[in-house]
């Protein structure tokens, strides 16, 4: 398996600009989530799926959108490019596992984006 | 979800244990405790989790105080490989909330 793979890797906007960050995963998991990075700081949930049709904000979902068709993709779009918006986005997948029902999260490698 | 207190960096001598603190005093009955860490310009990666007793992988152990409001990573022998930063996330349901983690320098 490939696991989480993310594309760009790397991807200079300009302001204004819109793009869509890519995510896939071939491990059959329903849940999906998108994350953002800010340089020494933790990561933020921009916006997650619970499955294919449904998605939901997380804690830093302005100036994003999402969508999700399938189980395996999971696209993220910027619209209007931000300064703000610069930092490293990371994809993530998980399932329900183990007899206590817990979720493990398997991430992608991360697109390092910079707005100018 | 629970909020996290952990150190800001720690060091550690290679072939060392290393024990890297956690306080979720927040924390509610059904979290679970998860800590994952993040090796340098890559996503985070599972190392271990638990929920009431004390866990053992190949990675790591995971030793929760009684009481639940604190738990500690132990890395049993310290390689340059771990040099990474740690995050402990207390909770329940599918949505993690990663703080700032411990950021461990692993000294030759």
């Known amino acids: 398996n490939a696991g989480v793979t993310q594309t760009p890797k790397f991807r200079i906007l300009k302001i204004g600009q819109s793009m869509t960050l890519q995510c896939a995963q071939d491990m059959n998991h329903n849940y999906m989530y998108w994350y953002r990075q800010d340089p020494g700081m933790g990561l933020k949930l921009i916006y997650y799926s619970v499955g294919a049709g449904i998605t939901d904000k997380g804690e830093v979902p302005n100036g994003y959108n999402v969508s999700r068709s399938t189980t395996e993709d999971f696209p993220l779009r910027l619209e209007l490019a931000a300064p703000s918006q610069t930092s490293v986005y990371f994809c993530?997948?998980?399932?329900?596992?183990?007899?206590?029902?817990?979720?493990?999260?398997?991430f992608g490698p991360g697109t390092r984006l910079t707005v100018t | 979800d629970a909020k996290t207190t952990q150190p800001n960096s720690m060091e550690s001598n290679e072939e060392e244990p290393v024990h890297l603190p956690c306080n979720h005093s927040t924390i509610s009955g059904t979290d679970y405790i998860h800590w994952y860490r993040q090796l340098p310009s890559q996503g985070p990666e599972y190392v271990i989790h638990?929920?009431?007793s004390n866990v053992n992988n190949r990675m790591a152990s995971l030793a929760i105080a009684e009481d639940r409001k604190s738990s500690t990573l132990i890395l049993h022998r310290a390689t340059l490989r771990d040099a990474a930063v740690y995050y402990c996330i207390p909770n329940t349901g599918n949505q993690f909330y990663f703080g700032t983690g411990t950021s461990l320098t692993v000294i030759p």
């Open positions: 638990g929920l009431t």
């Open positions: 993530a997948s998980s399932i329900i596992a183990g007899r206590n029902q817990y979720y493990e999260q398997y």
